[in-house]
Structure formats: C-alpha cells, structure tokens
C-alpha cells in the first residue's frame, strides 16, 4: 500500500533552516509528482511545493518563494522541503502528498505530517 | 489572485443530508477537489475531478461543479462524518494549489 513518511520536524529560532524529509514506498516513485501541504495550528490547509516526477519542475507558494526549495531524489524514494530563513508564521504541520490527476492537480495519498515549530 | 468560499459551518441530524459548497468566479470551468480532515489526521481525497470517488469512499458521497459553485454532497450522513472539509482546485496559468478556507461538519 501507498505510504508517505515525514520526518525532521522540530523546534527552530527564527532564521533559521530546517530540512523536511519525506520516504515513499508502495507504489512507483518516479512516476508521479509530489507536493509538501502545511497547516498552522488551528487553521486551514496550505499548499506549499510542487515538484515534477523527473525534478526539472517546481512551484511554490508565494509565501515561501525564495526561502523554501523542494527537492527530489527518485534513487531514493524520498521527498525533500529545505526551509531557509524560517519565520514564525511558518509553524505548522508539513504533509507530503502524492500528485493525482495529472494536470487537474490533486492529492490522493498524504503522509501522517510532521510538526515545525518556529519559535525563539 | 483566485479565491475559494467555503461556509465556515455546516449543521446536520444523522441520516439527513449535508452540502458543503465551495464558492469561485467560474468554478465550473475548473476541476474541484474535495478532502475530508477529522482531528489529529491526515486529510483525505474524498471526491476528485468534481464527482469522482476514489475508491473505498463510500457512495454516500458525490460531488457536483457548475457555474460559480462546486458541491460536496454527503447523503445520510453519520457521526463518523463529522470533520473539517475542504475543496481544492489547481491554478493551471501559475502552477500553484488552491484550497477553500474550510468547513467544519457537526452532526447533530
């Protein structure tokens, strides 16, 4: 079955960079593309990133452009989000998700999330 | 910059039927998304591509787009049903996803 793990997760100072990890297994990796989705405490859903199956293309949220980078390594089966400069206005809980649907852009499997708390 | 509506909170008694509307200037020229989120998860795809059912979605679901609005239909609805949902859609000219602010199911 399709799973989506997340890890690197924790407490930074404002600043600062984290790097999220996300490790895929279940299903053919290179062959779809992923997204990172974030949730502020007790808020709405956010989408972060996307990256293409083969890496040459990525978008991101004008929230984080130039601050976040996804990133691909399909050897690997894992997804990356490395966060620069992070703000306290980017807490929040970090899923990956699977990219369905082609162009139409939906997310049919999620990762259970892991939670980045930006705080000095 | 697009904008999705969602009502903030939807009321309804077990075994009724509930809609969740997700408001957009020609939403129905686009393809809408629906995802499920009760507390502590993980969403879940619960309709895609308008009206489709990802399978292990119960029937009880179904979704509809036209015009202005886009539809999340939930027919005799349970306990089990109470969550937070949300549309989605994908903005084709910037690359970029799209969410609606949510809304919160409570059954009655």
């Known amino acids: 079955q399709v799973q989506l793990v997340e890890s690197g997760g924790g407490v930074v100072q404002p600043g600062r960079s984290l790097r999220l990890s996300c490790a895929a297994s279940?299903?053919?990796?290179?062959?779809?593309?992923l997204h990172w989705v974030r949730q502020a405490p007790g808020k709405g859903l956010e989408w972060v990133a996307v990256i293409s199956k083969d890496g040459s293309h990525k978008y991101d949220a004008d929230s984080v452009k130039g601050r976040f980078t996804i990133s691909r390594d399909n050897s690997k089966n894992t997804l990356y989000l490395q966060m620069n400069s992070l703000r306290v206005e980017d807490t929040a809980v970090y899923y990956c998700?699977?990219?369905?649907?082609?162009?139409?852009?939906?997310?049919?499997?999620w990762g259970q999330g892991t939670l980045v708390t930006v705080s000095s | 910059s697009y904008v999705l509506t969602q009502p903030p909170s939807v009321s309804v008694a077990p075994g009724q039927t509930a809609r969740i509307t997700c408001g957009g200037n020609n939403i129905g020229d686009k393809s809408v998304h629906w995802y499920q989120q009760k507390p502590g998860q993980a969403p879940v795809l619960v309709v895609y591509?308008?009206?489709d059912r990802p399978s292990g979605i119960p029937e009880r679901f179904s979704g509809s787009n036209s015009g202005n609005t886009a539809t999340l239909t939930i027919s005799r609805v349970e306990a089990g049903d109470e969550a937070d949902y949300y549309c989605?859609?994908?903005?084709?000219?910037?690359?970029?996803?799209?969410f609606g602010g949510g809304t919160k199911l409570t059954v009655l």
């Open positions: 591509d308008d009206s």
């Open positions: 998700a699977r990219g369905g649907g082609g162009a139409a852009g939906y997310f049919d499997y």
């Open positions: 279940g299903f053919t990796f290179s062959r779809y593309a």
């Open positions: 989605q859609v994908w903005d084709g000219s910037s690359d970029h996803g799209l």
